[in-house]
């Protein structure tokens, strides 16, 4: 098992919502990135964060945001949900540049109805 | 030229044999090359990962073949067990792994007795 703790594990929200994902990094870690992925689909970079700035974004509207706070956790924001965001929602921290593995957590499953 | 293209989509193999998935890939600035497994309701975990100036690494039973010229690497599982079943990935990054990982589309793999 990772440090990496997500929550909440799952989650239904009705389309047109806004949905608040929280994750904590491993301890040491600087860096938290937020991937997506579909049901029987590699995993696809949303943003990520360093230091609490957003460094590199990946083709998600601007509906999708985030925040690091200063211990170096993280929170994802959704509005307007649609069906098509129902997803396995993964973070992901890694201190680069001396440590680049990333350490994954387990998860949020969100299902937009 | 983002994408990481993987195969097969699916492979059962005999418990004791040998489970190869390939992945090739468009991006000649990905520099880190990494393979992840992830099982039911978890996150991807990290397995084993190469830097192209190497062209083999071996972790236990498992190996990571690389073909620079080529844009391919591939993962070899040997004396595959029935725990070895699972999804696995393979991403690729930039900048020695500082940059987003891009995955594979993925490969369920079954280990038969």
């Known amino acids: 098992e990772t440090g990496v703790t997500q929550s909440p594990t799952h989650l239904i929200k009705t389309r047109g919502q806004q949905v608040t994902l929280r994750c904590s990094s491993q301890?040491?870690?600087?860096?938290v990135s937020w991937y997506q992925q579909a049901l029987g689909q590699g995993p696809q970079f949303i943003f990520q964060?360093?230091?609490?700035?957003?460094?590199g974004r990946g083709n998600f509207p601007p509906r999708f945001s985030g925040l690091q706070f200063p211990n170096y956790s993280s929170e994802l924001n959704v509005n307007a949900l649609e069906l098509d965001d129902s997803a396995l929602y993964l973070c992901?921290?890694?201190?680069?540049?001396?440590?680049?593995?990333?350490?994954f957590g387990q998860g949020t499953r969100l299902t937009v109805v | 030229q983002q994408q990481v293209k993987q195969s097969p989509q699916s492979l059962i193999v005999q418990k004791g044999g040998i489970s190869i998935i390939n992945c090739a890939y468009e991006n000649t600035a990905f520099d880190y090359f990494p393979w992840y497994q992830q099982f039911p309701g978890k996150g991807p975990a990290l397995l084993i990962a190469?830097?192209?100036?190497?062209s083999e690494k071996k972790e236990g039973r498992f190996t990571i073949s690389f073909n620079k010229s080529a844009k391919q690497f591939s993962l070899h599982i040997m004396d595959s067990q029935p725990g070895d079943s699972a999804t696995y990935f393979c991403a690729a990054s930039g900048n020695f792994g500082n940059e987003k990982l891009t995955f594979g589309t993925g490969t369920r793999l079954t280990i038969i007795p």
């Open positions: 964060y360093y230091r609490e700035e957003e460094n």
């Open positions: 992901a921290s890694s201190s680069p540049p001396l440590n680049t593995e990333a350490f």
């Open positions: 301890s040491g870690h600087n860096t």
């Open positions: 190469i830097r192209p100036d190497v």
